[in-house]
Structure formats: structure tokens, C-alpha cells
């Protein structure tokens, strides 16, 4: 775990991606995706408020939006493409959420699937006793990264 | 592992299924009716409706509906004369009240509604009109008390409880007020007088100034601020419940408000498309329209 962290302090943060689709956003379309066709308005400013822009340092993930902000490690797996994500979700940095899950990347196109475990908890409220399981879709379009030849791995 | 399992079934089996969503018409059933006219009162309590009625005070402390604590200058003459400038509810006397006409033109929102003009409905001639009214209808007054611009909540609340004990009608009581200070205003005198009222805290707390871009970025900044909470508003106030502006509504703080045992209800939500989201997750769905309701 130690030599996690050093590895991943030593690594340059870096811009990573924007979260169209943000996974920490998904009580957006539990709660707010509803209401499309009869506040059209209002639910363009919910959707807006869950897109995240992704930084990284190393496999830790920042990921920012209005509606949450998370801490994230995205590992990859040993077989396949797929990338391991776990993170702790807050809203307004009030920690109220864990999500799990899975991401591939191709180019510059992330896509993940997680379950998203979210309380109801807030800062006027800080009551963690109920909880709620989302599944949560993530589609995020960064950076490509950079092709790099085997002997410089 | 089995018998946790039982235990599982038997608890989701014994949860209470919360009441079906009631719909309250709007000012009487605007949609049907001018909207807090005595026609609008009458015809509901007729077909056995839930009303939401708004309240404004005489300068003599008598209660009337009104949709607003003005004079509605585009709806209103006052002794067959139009209404120039502000004139408020509470510089008019209840005897002055038979000069003023409201209504009796088509309104332009509601093109199939009956077209009548009147004199405004006071409190007492609702009262009487619920001697004829089913005992199961709730009657939901919405006060319309402006801190500095109307009287103090405390009026409202000896004015409008005094009489609803006092007459002793078998129909439910429901208090909607915007501001903490007026909940308190009604659950105290309520206490006073041995009377449990039913009260619900008005969200978001719109003053006479805003428009609707500020109630947006309002919201907005409780929602990113993480501070909005329907439950802690309602606690805070003392009210029973919340009745919340349904176009800025988050459903799932209805949904935790509602599962804390408060009262929850939106306003005004018309048509079937925008009712049905609504319909079996609050307890009230104000509408214009009642009758859409199933």
C-alpha cells in the first residue's frame, strides 16, 4: 500500500478526462431524468450538474462536478482491457457515498460500470443511517493515452 | 441464514403502504373555477374536492381569499373602478368588501374554467358552506403573510383558528405559510387553544422581489452547497410537513421527508404528464385541475 501511495505521489497529476456521464451522478437519472419532458429546463441544469472533469495522479482520481466529488483509484485488471474503479463519493466534500466498478478505456473514450452506494446525508442533515444501491453508468472522453513502446514500459 | 431471510420477507411484507397521492384544487380549482371565489368553494365542496385556498387579512382582521396580499390590479375593481397602483388587502375594511369585483372574464391560463365576476369569499362563508360539504375533504389554507407588508403572523393565526375552532367543522385543517415564524404562529396558538393544526413550511421561501432566474440559482446553490434538506426545514419550522414549489422539487428529498413521517406535497402540478411522476410519492399534489386526479 506504501509503495502504492510513493509510486502514485510520484506520478505527474494530470488532466485525465470530462465525465459526460458521470458515475457519481447517477441519482441524476433516478431522481431527475423523470421530469425531462415536463421540465425540460430544470433537468438540463441537473444533468449539467453531474459532468466531472477527471484529474489523476497515477491510478488516484479526482473527479469534480456541482453535484458530487470523488476520490477514486482506477487499477488495472491482469487479463483484458478492464480497469478495476473503487472510490469514495461526497457531495460538497460531505462524504455520503462508495461506488465499485468496472472501466475500459479505447482511445480516448472511457466507459464504466459501477454501483454507486449513496446515503442520504447532507450538511443541514449529516444523518449517514439510510442508504440507497444506484447503478451508475460513466462515459468520459479524455486524452488518449499516449502509445508507448514495450522496452519503455 | 434462513431465518434472517423470513424475517426479511416478513418485514417488507409489514410495511405500511404509504396513502394514495391526494390531489387539492388550486385556489378552489382554478382550472374549473376563478380561482378563490366563492363559485370556486362552492363547486368543489360539491363534488366532494380537497382545496387550497389563499388567505389574506382586512384591516379589520377579517380573513378573505385572495391570490395575492394586493388588490389584483388585472383581475379586480374596487366600487366599479379599476385598480391603479398598489392597494393591499389589509387597508380595505370587510365592510368595504362587497364594493370590490373580481373575476368575470375568461383567463387566458384557463380557457375552459366558468366565467363569473364576484365579491370576495370571507373565511365565515366558508365555514358555513362546509356545513354542506362531505366530512372527508381537507381544507388547506395557504396564508399569505409578507413580513413589514401584511399583519403579523400572530393576527393571521387568532384570525383564521379562532374561527375554525369556534365553528368546529369535522373537516381537516391544513396551514401552509412560507415562513418559520408563521408555522410557529399557528402551532403555538393552536396549543393555546387545544387545538392540533396541521402545518406545512412553503418551499423554497419566495420573496415578493424574486423571479424565477433567482429561485434557480438559489436552488442551485443549496443543491452544490449541499445544504438543501427538506426534513431539517421542516423540523426547524415545527411545520408537519412540506409543500414544495414542484418545478424546482428533488424528488428523493420528498422521498426521505416523506419516509421521516412529514407531510409531503407540490404545487401546482397540472396536466396528466407533469401529475403522474408525482402520483403515490407525496402525499398532495396541488392542481388546478383536481378532477385529473385517479
Do not use: K
Request: net charge negative; proline share 8%.
Amino acid at each position: 500500500m506504501i509503495a502504492w501511495f510513493a509510486a502514485a505521489l510520484a506520478a505527474p497529476p494530470r488532466f485525465d478526462r470530462v465525465d459526460v456521464l458521470s458515475e457519481a451522478g447517477a441519482p441524476f437519472f433516478a431522481d431527475d431524468l423523470w421530469r425531462m419532458s415536463a421540465d425540460p429546463g430544470v433537468t438540463r441544469l441537473r444533468f449539467a450538474e453531474q459532468i466531472a472533469v477527471v484529474g489523476a495522479v497515477g491510478e488516484a482520481q479526482l473527479s469534480l462536478s456541482l453535484a458530487a466529488q470523488t476520490f477514486a483509484v482506477e487499477h488495472p485488471l491482469p487479463l483484458g482491457p478492464l480497469r478495476a474503479t473503487a472510490g469514495l463519493r461526497t457531495h460538497a466534500f460531505l462524504p455520503d457515498g462508495a461506488l465499485l466498478g468496472l472501466a475500459v478505456r479505447g482511445g480516448p473514450v472511457r466507459v464504466g460500470a459501477s454501483v454507486l452506494v449513496v446515503s442520504d446525508a447532507t450538511w443541514s442533515r449529516p444523518d449517514w443511517s439510510t442508504w440507497r444501491a444506484l447503478p451508475a453508468l460513466g462515459l468520459g472522453v479524455g486524452p488518449a493515452p499516449r502509445a508507448v513502446a514495450p522496452w519503455m514500459q | 441464514m434462513r431465518t434472517v431471510a423470513f424475517a426479511l420477507v416478513l418485514l417488507a411484507c409489514s410495511a405500511e403502504e404509504p396513502a394514495p397521492t391526494r390531489g387539492e384544487g388550486h385556489g378552489g380549482g382554478a382550472g374549473y373555477w376563478p380561482p378563490d371565489s366563492r363559485t370556486a368553494v362552492r363547486g368543489s365542496f360539491a363534488q366532494g374536492l380537497d382545496v387550497e385556498l389563499d388567505v389574506v387579512l382586512t384591516r379589520d382582521r377579517v380573513p378573505v381569499l385572495a391570490l395575492s396580499p394586493l388588490v389584483d390590479t388585472r383581475r379586480c375593481q374596487i366600487d366599479g373602478e379599476p385598480v391603479v397602483g398598489f392597494h393591499r388587502w389589509d387597508e380595505l375594511g370587510s365592510r368595504e368588501l362587497s364594493g370590490v369585483a373580481c373575476g368575470g372574464f375568461p383567463e387566458p391560463d384557463f380557457p375552459n374554467a366558468v366565467v363569473v365576476g364576484e365579491t370576495p369569499i370571507t373565511l365565515d362563508e366558508v365555514l358555513d358552506l362546509l356545513l354542506d360539504a362531505p366530512d372527508d375533504i381537507t381544507v388547506h389554507l395557504d396564508i399569505l403573510h409578507e413580513p413589514g407588508f401584511t399583519p403579523a403572523p400572530e393576527r393571521f393565526a387568532e384570525a383564521v383558528l379562532d374561527r375554525w375552532i369556534e365553528a368546529d367543522r369535522p373537516q381537516d385543517l391544513v396551514i401552509s405559510g412560507r415562513r418559520p415564524e408563521l408555522i410557529a404562529a399557528f402551532e403555538g396558538h393552536g396549543r393555546e387553544r387545544g387545538f392540533d393544526v396541521t402545518t406545512l413550511l412553503d418551499l423554497p421561501l419566495i420573496e415578493p422581489s424574486d423571479g424565477w432566474g433567482s429561485l434557480v440559482v438559489e436552488d442551485l446553490g443549496a443543491r452544490i452547497t449541499n445544504t438543501q434538506d427538506y426534513v431539517r426545514a421542516a423540523r426547524d419550522a415545527g411545520a408537519d410537513g412540506v409543500t414544495v414549489l414542484a418545478d424546482l422539487a428533488d424528488r428523493r428529498q420528498l422521498e426521505v421527508a416523506r419516509r421521516e413521517g412529514l407531510i409531503t406535497s407540490v404545487w401546482t402540478v397540472d396536466g396528466e404528464e407533469r401529475l403522474r411522476p408525482w402520483l403515490d410519492r407525496v402525499d398532495v399534489v396541488v392542481t388546478d385541475y383536481p378532477g385529473d386526479l385517479p
